[in-house]
């Protein structure tokens, strides 16, 4: 990849904090509000707080590969840069590609997940039936919700980048208040729990939490698609990415330990909203309990905002590659902002409400897959980097990386397997199989169509710059 060309145009104005909180918000989203009811009933409060501090220790190794590949080549695209490097171009393409499904996934399902969060906090929200898909019944009102988000979250990236971290800073901080105002009523008002602290499952029930914990901590790879526009030191951004995560992990401990203070994991799993009915049993007030739900709103948004502007970056880097078709590599003359592929993601998820809840569950699961997958790929890409360039400058070099390479690529093959046939987690066929079905020929087919002459003599520019 050129860096005149990728990284010179974009502006380092993002701040340590601006960088932290994009982080934390892409993984603070809307699980964690409809979710807790089901880690303290499978697991109790104690051995749900194990499988997440396991699950933090898991990512934070995956974090940490993160941390030292950023801090060496702090490049607009992340992922697509050092797999180039490593990898050569059809590996990068696999790697990128594989990630923007998962961006973008989660993109169009937030679309859907904000109407219905809104529906659980405004009475009579969901109103007049269009159709149903999958079963699913799509409403009038959702669609028209989610289309006004998807406009009005398309032109705060398309902006700029320094507007759109502000805004995430203002939400981040509302769930920040939730969850420290859930902890402290816990404290004060809170009951000795009747579940079981291990639910009665044993270390079962904490493995059946654990294998959950991955996914609630994807986000934390937004911070290399942003990394040519952060005005902080290499080694600080990368020692940024495993603090975001740890922040993410106590964060989920504190409001399963106060969720878990305040009703019984039985009560809990049959509410639509576990935390916030959590906040109303710990306060004596529904309306407390709807303030929690607007926070789990917040988060709704603070994942959104993080994934688009990390697909946008990721798309960007393809197209200035020469992977993409090159008008998905254009930037806004003032803002400076990949403003051909926010429109592109902008358009798919406006109408994205139109094919109902479902369908989008299933696009984002298939996006779960094609993020474990990209993750695999950059570890390869960091064991290949240390064995090939022992000497390139690494301003946050791990110690024994060799041992975190391994243990790395053990962790997100077992995440990869996760979603085989025959796992907890395990795709569905032929619908979510079919989804990265297309998704593969796509890429195919644009691949060839665009060509790959330019991303072959980049790759060698790539190395000149860097070195």
């Not at 289309?147 to 009005?152: F, P, R, S």
């Not at 939730?178 to 902890?183: K, Q």
Request: net charge negative; aromatic share 12%; with cysteine.
């Amino acid at each position: 990849m050129d860096h005149e060309t990728t990284n010179s145009k974009f502006e380092r104005v993002l701040t340590k904090r601006d960088v932290f909180v994009l982080a934390f918000g892409a993984m603070i989203g809307w699980g964690w509000i409809i979710q807790t009811g089901y880690w303290v009933n499978e697991g109790g409060v104690l051995g749900s707080i194990l499988a997440f501090v396991l699950g933090g220790v898991m990512v934070s190794v995956v974090g940490l590969i993160y941390g030292e590949l950023a801090s060496a080549m702090p490049f607009v695209g992340g992922e697509h840069v050092y797999s180039l490097r490593a990898l050569g171009p059809i590996g990068s393409f696999v790697c990128t590609w594989a990630l923007v499904l998962g961006y973008v996934g989660v993109v169009v399902f937030e679309v859907v997940a904000l109407p219905s969060a809104l529906a659980y906090v405004v009475p009579g929200f969901n109103a007049i039936e269009l159709w149903t898909v999958a079963g699913q019944p799509v409403y009038a009102t959702w669609v028209l919700v989610g289309a006004i988000g998807a406009i009005v979250m398309t032109f705060l990236n398309y902006r700029g980048v320094r507007p759109a971290a502000q805004f995430q800073t203002i939400l981040a901080l509302v769930i920040g208040l939730a969850g420290v105002t859930l902890a402290i009523g816990a404290v004060a008002n809170g009951q000795s729990p009747s579940t079981p602290p291990f639910a009665g499952a044993g270390m079962a029930g904490v493995f059946t939490v654990a294998i959950m914990t991955p996914f609630m901590f994807v986000g934390f790879d937004v911070i290399p698609q942003a990394a040519g526009e952060a005005d902080v030191s290499p080694k600080l951004l990368g020692l940024l990415i495993p603090a975001s995560v740890t922040l993410a992990a106590l964060f989920y401990i504190a409001v399963i330990w106060a969720s878990g203070q305040a009703m019984p994991g039985s009560e809990l799993v049959e509410s639509s909203l576990p935390a916030a009915s959590a906040m109303a049993a710990i306060f004596d007030s529904q309306t407390i309990g709807r303030i929690m739900a607007i926070a789990g709103i917040a988060g709704i948004l603070t994942s959104w905002n993080s994934f688009l502007l990390g697909a946008s970056r990721a798309i960007y880097a393809l197209a200035d590659s020469g992977m993409l078709p090159e008008q998905l590599s254009t930037l806004h003359a003032e803002h400076n902002t990949p403003s051909s592929a926010l429109a592109l993601i902008g358009g798919l998820s406006i109408f994205s409400p139109l094919f109902g809840e479902q369908m989008l569950i299933w696009i984002v699961n298939a996006g779960g897959f094609g993020l474990v997958v990209a993750w695999v790929l950059v570890v390869i890409s960091f064991l290949v980097l240390r064995y090939r360039e022992p000497e390139m400058d690494r301003p946050l070099k791990l110690p024994f990386g060799y041992g975190f390479g391994a243990i790395a690529l053990v962790l997100t093959t077992f995440f990869v397997g996760l979603y085989l046939p025959g796992a907890p987690s395990a795709l569905s066929w032929p619908h979510e199989w079919g989804i990265i079905l297309f998704w593969v020929v796509l890429g195919v087919a644009m691949y060839a169509i665009s060509g790959s002459s330019s991303a072959s003599t980049s790759l060698e520019a790539d190395a000149e710059e860097l070195d």
